[in-house]
């Protein structure tokens, strides 16, 4: 009786872990980092964009984001 309590223990322990590790893992991917920019007068949307957007980032995604927030 006692080693079966034990093993639920374990298992309860082991699972709780789990859980744990698994939240902690996905928070670190909603990291976002933001750059504010002044926007002067003659300035478009996809202008910012080009300028900020890395060359391995579709540029349509800068603008949909920008728009999004």
Do not use: A, C
């Not at 639920?8 to 909603?30: A, H």
């Amino acid at each position: 009786m006692i080693k079966r309590k034990h093993l639920i223990l374990i298992l309860f322990s082991f699972i709780l872990i789990f859980v744990s590790l698994i939240k902690i893992m996905n928070t670190d991917n909603n990291i976002v980092n933001y750059t504010e920019v002044v926007v002067q007068k003659g300035d478009t949307l996809w202008n910012i964009s080009m300028k900020y957007t890395p060359k391995s980032k579709d540029i349509r995604k800068t603008v949909y984001e920008i728009k999004k927030n």
